[in-house]
């Protein structure tokens, strides 16, 4: 895949992490209106549950995501049959949503997502290696699903972005 023809499927985290310890727009605006300008030319997108993961919240991020360029996709019939084969695939992946406590809802739209769009997932999210664990985390599953997984330093680096600071 050229880089001309990659696509970025995002994980609520890239964001939320990104907002609130790294790119905070009072020091780095330049990085949300990158990603604005990636959203417009479709590199980069995120599934609706993403999107209102992030919304749910009123906050700063959660204004800025709703006037934001990133496109947004809404689960259709492709992609439910995409998350059907992520459970089939593997009778472990069900452990990718954590019911109790009604987190991690969004993560296997993300990866069905991804596969319906022959993207990339972009997550903060690190691979589980213990055997003995009941925990599985998107990187897992696009690893068992033959997802590309990357985190969002990588898919800067990728995208051949170069930040320039100054100084005021």
């Known amino acids: 895949m050229s880089a001309s023809i990659k696509k970025y499927c995002l994980d609520a985290n890239v964001l939320i992490q990104a907002w609130q310890k790294y790119y ?100 903060k999210e690190e691979k589980v290696t213990a055997l003995n664990s009941t925990k599985i985390k998107i990187p897992n599953v696009c690893d068992n699903m033959g997802v590309h997984w990357i985190n969002d330093f990588q898919m800067i680096e990728e995208l051949n972005i170069i930040f320039k600071c100054t100084f005021e």
Not at 54 to 71: C, F, G, H, Q
Not at 81 to 89: A, G, H, R, V
Not at 93 to 115: C, E, F, G, M, Q
Request: charged share 25%; with cysteine; net charge negative.
């Open 24 to 123: 905070s727009p009072k020091f780095c605006p330049d990085y949300w209106q990158l990603l604005n300008e990636i959203g417009e030319k479709d590199k980069i997108f995120m599934p609706e549950v993403v999107y209102d993961e992030i919304t749910r919240t009123d906050d700063e991020l959660s204004a800025w995501l709703k006037n934001s360029k990133i496109p947004i996709r809404k689960i259709n019939g492709p992609v439910t049959k995409c998350l059907q084969t992520i459970y089939s695939n593997n009778p472990l992946h069900k452990y990718l949503v954590d019911n109790t406590k009604s987190r991690s809802l969004a993560d296997p739209w993300v990866i069905a997502h991804a596969i319906n769009e022959n993207a990339i997932v972009v997550t």
